[in-house]
Nanobody, 126 residues
Framework: EVRLVESGGALVQAGGSLRLSCAAY????????IGWFRQAPGKEREGVSC????????FYAASVKGRFTISSDNAKNSVYLRMNNLKPEDTAVYYC???????????????????WGQGTQVTVSS
């Protein structure tokens, strides 16, 4: 059974940092593209970052570039999102997702992804 389990969400003050984790079960992360998405209340789910370890590439949305870092640990079959200098507008439920297709993938488009986790809440207070 394919599952993605996110953890690490919390309440943090503006300027603080968090590291989100995404543990994968039932597949090998190296064979997929893994993306992080977020959804704030009343807003569309938006792509934040993506990693493909087999292609050695990463992508970031403009709003987080320079503040967020995506990484993976193949030994733990997990992907992480380090978030620094958090802002109140980063408040959202964060989801990780897996895409089987890597070649030609639009990395921040949610329709490209096949499997989703349940999400973890990140709240940034001002």
């Amino acid at each position: 059974e394919v599952r993605l389990v996110e953890s690490g969400g919390a309440l943090v003050q503006a300027g603080g940092s968090l590291r989100l984790s995404c543990a994968a079960y039932g597949f090998i992360v190296d064979d997929f593209a893994i993306g992080w998405f977020r959804q704030a209340p009343g807003k569309e789910r938006e792509g934040v970052s993506c990693i493909s370890t087999s292609e050695d590439i990463t992508f970031y949305a403009a709003s987080v570039k320079g503040r967020f870092t995506i990484s993976s640990d193949n030994a733990k079959n997990s992907v992480y999102l380090r978030m620094n200098n958090l802002k109140p507008e980063d408040t959202a439920v964060y989801y990780c997702a897996a895409a089987r297709r890597i070649a030609g993938l639009d990395p921040l488009l949610r329709w490209e992804y096949d499997y989703w986790g349940q999400g973890t809440q990140v709240t940034v207070s001002s």
